[in-house]
Structure formats: C-alpha cells, structure tokens
C-alpha cells in the first residue's frame, strides 16, 4: 500500500454508501487515488467538498496525533 493510499480507504465507505441523494454523485478511481464528486447544483456540490475536506482535515489530524506518541 503506498502511503497516501488509507487516506482514499477510509473515505472509501462515503463514496460506496453515500446518503441517499440524487444531487450528488460519487465515484471512486481507485488506481489513480481519485474520488470524483459530481453535483446537479453548486449547494449540493458546496455541501459534498465541505463533507469531504472536514473528512481530510480530521484523518490528517488523527494521523499526526498518533506519530506523536
């Protein structure tokens, strides 16, 4: 596993089983460590990449707190 692959596994469970929602649109490109998020409206676009970006921040955080102990 490379390195920058657990940050694509532990949003994995978000893209396969989002809300039910037909605004937004997800996928997951697992060789390329992408996940595309498709929206019908800028809200719903607005509301997904703010879900995603706090998911990010707090498994960036949880990282960083366990390399320090």
């Known amino acids: 596993m490379l390195p920058e692959d657990w940050l694509v596994n532990a949003l994995k469970p978000e893209v396969l089983f989002p ?3 037909t605004r ?4 997951i490109i ?3 460590r992408k996940i595309i ?3 019908d409206d ?7 990449l703010n879900s995603f ?3 990010i ?3 960036a955080e949880a990282v960083k707190a ?3 102990v």
């Open 66 to 68: 366990v390399e320090r």
């Open 24 to 27: 937004v649109k997800l996928r």
């Open 19 to 21: 809300p039910a929602t």
């Open 42 to 48: 800028l809200s719903a676009l607005r509301a997904a």
């Open 37 to 39: 998020i498709e929206a």
């Open 30 to 32: 697992e060789k390329e």
């Open 53 to 55: 970006i706090y998911w």
């Open 57 to 59: 921040y707090s498994a």
